[in-house]
């Protein structure tokens, strides 16, 4: 970056940098690929910093989320459909730790069923989860991100919800 830019290259990465970790995981569960959501970040983090002097401040976190959700939907339609790419465990792990094998391993069967389902939900469903769920917004910053009122965040939130539930117990039904 340039060394001339009066700090603004400092400012961005005080800014963006502690978030992208969330950046990334929110792209690789929209676009269930672990190299395109890569993509989908470089991509949003150079749009970031090429408008960054038109950020006002306020939820840096949200801000950055907006521009990869935004990215991740460009990318896709001008790509192809997300092809399916398993995650990694640490996305959705069990709660706590297990003390004696047989619970770890049904915690982590448990997850990888979680996992599973998550991946099926609509795009529109999952982003919201995934932010309400993994990333711990707020309805309101979530809003932000997917630039819809906070109505229709509780409404697909629990849309999602729901059918993550139906999802989990049609495969209960249909496990040995």
């Given at each position: 970056?340039?060394?001339?830019?009066?700090?603004?290259?400092?400012?961005?990465?005080?800014?963006?940098?502690?978030h992208?970790?969330?950046?990334?995981?929110?792209?690789?569960?929209?676009?269930?690929?672990?190299?395109?959501?890569?993509?989908v970040?470089?991509?949003a983090?150079?749009?970031?910093?090429?408008?960054?002097?038109?950020?006002?401040?306020?939820?840096?976190?949200?801000?950055?989320?907006?521009?990869?959700?935004?990215?991740?939907?460009?990318?896709?339609?001008?790509?192809?459909?997300?092809?399916?790419?398993?995650?990694?465990?640490?996305?959705?792990?069990?709660?706590?730790?297990?003390?004696?094998?047989?619970?770890a391993?049904?915690s982590?069967?448990?997850?990888?069923?979680?996992?599973?389902?998550?991946?099926?939900?609509?795009?529109?469903?999952?982003?919201?989860?995934?932010?309400?769920?993994?990333?711990?917004?707020?309805?309101?910053?979530?809003?932000?991100?997917?630039?819809?009122?906070?109505?229709?965040?509780?409404?697909?939130l629990?849309?999602?919800?729901?059918?993550?539930?139906?999802?989990?117990?049609?495969?209960?039904?249909?496990?040995p």
């Amino acid at each position: 970056m340039a060394a001339g830019d009066g700090g603004r290259t400092r400012r961005f990465e005080a800014v963006a940098l502690p978030h992208l970790p969330a950046a990334y995981n929110l792209a690789r569960w929209i676009c269930r690929n672990e190299a395109d959501a890569a993509d989908v970040v470089q991509e949003a983090v150079m749009r970031a910093l090429q408008y960054f002097d038109g950020y006002r401040g306020g939820d840096a976190r949200a801000w950055l989320l907006q521009i990869v959700r935004n990215s991740a939907h460009t990318w896709i339609g001008r790509n192809r459909p997300a092809g399916l790419v398993p995650l990694v465990d640490t996305e959705v792990e069990a709660a706590g730790y297990a003390e004696d094998p047989m619970t770890a391993v049904a915690s982590r069967a448990e997850s990888a069923a979680v996992r599973q389902a998550i991946t099926r939900l609509p795009l529109e469903q999952r982003e919201v989860l995934i932010l309400r769920e993994f990333e711990d917004l707020s309805y309101r910053q979530i809003a932000a991100v997917i630039d819809s009122p906070i109505g229709t965040v509780m409404s697909r939130l629990s849309r999602a919800r729901d059918q993550l539930a139906a999802i989990i117990r049609a495969e209960q039904r249909a496990s040995p």
